[in-house]
């Protein structure tokens, strides 16, 4: 069991009493100070390559998608064999009931 006195519970208590009050507004200068940080950065950032895999992942995956619907609307709608099909699995229900 913890002491009374744990730095930690004296903590949390002292933040629970605290007021909860938040600004509405930022302070003044805050935008420009974040800008000014940022713009300071250095320039090599290593999820812009990311990105631009990605991108191009996902245009491939797009392409193969479309691809693939038309092929198998293709298959989809040709007729022709059917009527082969039709004769071989009428052989092959009279011969298995021979």
């Known amino acids: 069991m913890k002491k009374s006195g744990d730095p930690l ?4 208590d002292a933040a629970a009493k605290a007021p909860r009050t938040t600004p509405e507004v930022a302070p ?3 935008e420009t100070r974040v800008l000014a940080g940022w ?3 250095p320039g090599g950032d290593d ?13 491939f995956a797009c392409v193969l ?5 038309i092929w198998n609307y293709q298959q989809a709608t040709r007729r022709e064999g059917d009527e082969f099909s039709f004769a071989d699995s009428t052989i092959r229900i009279a011969l298995n009931n021979e």
């Open 9 to 12: 519970d004296r903590l949390f």
């Open 39 to 41: 713009r300071a950065t």
């Open 47 to 59: 999820g812009a390559l990311l990105v631009f895999w990605l991108r191009r992942a996902m245009m």
């Open 65 to 69: 998608v479309l691809l693939s619907g």
């Open 28 to 30: 003044f200068g805050m």
